[in-house]
T-cell receptor, first 115, second 113 residues
Framework: ETGVTQTPRHLVMGMTNKKSLKCEQHLGHNAMYWYKQSAKKPLELMFVYNFKEQTENNSVPSRFSPECPNSSHLFLHLHTLQPEDSALYLC??????????????FGSGTRLTVV | AQSVSQHNHHVILSEAASLELGCNYSYGGTVNLFWYVQYPGQHLQLLLKYFSGDPLVKGIKGFEAEFIKSKFSFNLRKPSVQWSDTAEYFCAVMNTGFQKLVFGTGTRLLVSP
C-alpha cells in the first residue's frame, strides 16, 4: 500500500450511468490530483486540488466532475461517459512545499470500462 | 508548455543485458526530473529523482540516471537487468515554479529469462 487508496479497482459502466471514483490519502498531504492513463498516451493531468481548492482543470469535459471535501479525500463523479473515456484513472497526492523534492505518491488506480 | 519524450516505446532484453532508456524534455527553466516505474498490476512508484547537485543520481534496485542539462536529457540506466525489472517506465518533469508533474508516454520493458 502506498498510503493512497482508490476504490473501486475496476468499474464497468454504461454510457447513461452515473458513478463515482473515490480516492483517500493517509499521508497528511494537502494536494491531490487526478490523472488519466490511456494506452500509448502520456499520463494526462485532469485536475489539481490544493487545500481542497481546485487549482487546475486541464480542459476536462464536464462529464467528469471532481469533488474534494477535505484534504484527505478526492472524488471523481462520472456521468454520460463515452467509450473513449475507458482508461485507468489514477489519483495522487503530495505535500505542498516538498512536492518538487519528492514528487507524488500514486494510488493503484481504477480501471474504468465504458460500454 | 512542458513536454517529455520517451523515444523507446517497447524494449526487449535478455537477463544480464544493460539497459538505457531515453528521456528528453522541453522546458527552458529549472526543472526537477523523475523516473517512475509501474510493475504489472501495481501502482506507479518512484524509482529516482533529480532535484539538484550531482547530475548522476542513483535510485532503487540498481537504477541510475544522468541529467545532462545541455541535452535536456535524463536517461535511465541499469548495468544488468533482471526478469523482475519487467515493467513500464515513465519519465516525468516538474518545473520549480509549479508542482505539476508532466509525464512521457512510457517505455514498456520486457526482460526475458
Amino acid at each position: 500500500e502506498t498510503g493512497v487508496t482508490q476504490t473501486p479497482r475496476h468499474l464497468v459502466m454504461g454510457m447513461t450511468n452515473k458513478k463515482s471514483l473515490k480516492c483517500e490519502q493517509h499521508l497528511g498531504h494537502n494536494a491531490m490530483y487526478w490523472y488519466k492513463q490511456s494506452a500509448k498516451k502520456p499520463l494526462e493531468l485532469m485536475f489539481v486540488y490544493n487545500f481542497k481548492e481546485q487549482t487546475e482543470n486541464n480542459s476536462v469535459p464536464s462529464r467528469f466532475s471532481p469533488e474534494c471535501p477535505n484534504s484527505s479525500h478526492l472524488f471523481l463523479h462520472l456521468h454520460t461517459l463515452q467509450p473513449e473515456d475507458s482508461a485507468l484513472y489514477l489519483c495522487a497526492s503530495s505535500q505542498t512545499g516538498t512536492t518538487i523534492r519528492y514528487g507524488y505518491t500514486f494510488g493503484s488506480g481504477t480501471r474504468l470500462t465504458v460500454v | 508548455a512542458q513536454s517529455v519524450s520517451q523515444h523507446n516505446h517497447h524494449v526487449i532484453l535478455s537477463e544480464a543485458a544493460s539497459l538505457e532508456l531515453g528521456c528528453n524534455y522541453s522546458y527552458g527553466g529549472t526543472v526537477n526530473l523523475f523516473w517512475y516505474v509501474q510493475y504489472p498490476g501495481q501502482h506507479l512508484q518512484l524509482l529516482l529523482k533529480y532535484f539538484s547537485g550531482d547530475p548522476l543520481v542513483k535510485g532503487i534496485k540498481g537504477f541510475e540516471a544522468e541529467f545532462i542539462k545541455s541535452k535536456f536529457s535524463f536517461n535511465l540506466r541499469k548495468p544488468s537487468v533482471q526478469w523482475s525489472d519487467t515493467a513500464e517506465y515513465f519519465c516525468a518533469v516538474m518545473n520549480t515554479g509549479f508542482q505539476k508533474l508532466v509525464f512521457g508516454t512510457g517505455t514498456r520493458l520486457l526482460v526475458s529469462p
